[in-house]
Every structure is written in C-alpha cells, then in structure tokens.
C-alpha cells in the first residue's frame, strides 16, 4: 500500500515563496514519477508539475512555469515543490501522487494520492 504525506503548506503573502514535501512509504520512489497537483475552490483538480522516475525530466504546468520547481530525493523517498513568486491565484490544495507502473511518465493517470496540503496566498 503506497501512503503519500504532503507537507509544507501554508499562508504567504503574494510575492513570496512556499517548499512543499511529499514523503512516500510502501515501496520506494525511485523508479516511479511523481507529480504534484492542485485543486482551488469550486474548481477542478489540475497538473502542477511532475518528474521522471530519474530526475532527469519535468514538466509543469504554463501556469507555473519559471516559478516552480520539482525535485526528488530518492534516499528520502521524498518529492518537493519549491514555489516562488506566489500569486493569490496559486491558493489551492495541493496534492501529491505517483503511479502505479514503473517508469511510466506524463501528466495524467496518476493511481497514488496524498491526503493535500492547503496553500493560501494573500494579496
């Protein structure tokens, strides 16, 4: 059973910057992408930004481009989000997720969920 525990949320004003962390237990990380996803309210669910399974590729959203950048510590089994410029429509939960089969990579199918991570930027 693959458990993912979002941390880092939290309240920031316009401007500034938040990391965020997804710790994995289960099974290691290391030959799965991961990828973090965002919900605002009374919208849906949409990608944020996703690595391969080796760290060697990425991809993110238009949205966040330039300001946000994914990375993996395997030895950690963890994958951060470091976010900066924040705007306030970047307040959303965030979650994070893998997936089911090895070295599969993309912006959707994902199978794994984190419980999210509330990130709020004021204006």
């Known amino acids: 059973q693959v458990q993912l525990v979002e941390s880092g949320g939290g309240l920031v004003q316009a401007g500034g910057s938040l990391r965020l962390s997804c710790a994995a237990s289960g099974r290691t990380i290391s030959t799965y992408a991961m990828g973090w996803f965002r919900q605002a309210p009374g919208k849906e669910r949409e990608f944020v930004a996703a690595?391969?399974?080796?760290?060697?590729?990425?991809t993110y959203a238009d949205s966040v481009k330039g300001r946000f950048t994914i990375s993996r510590d395997s030895a950690k089994n963890t994958v951060n989000l470091q976010m900066n410029r924040l705007k306030p429509e970047d307040t959303a939960v965030y979650y994070c997720?893998?997936?089911?089969?090895?070295?599969?990579?993309?912006?959707?199918?994902?199978?794994?969920w984190g419980q999210g991570t509330q990130v709020t930027v004021s204006s």
């Open positions: 997720a893998t997936k089911r089969r090895a070295y599969d990579f993309g912006r959707y199918d994902y199978d794994y």
């Open positions: 690595i391969n399974w080796s760290g060697v590729s990425t």
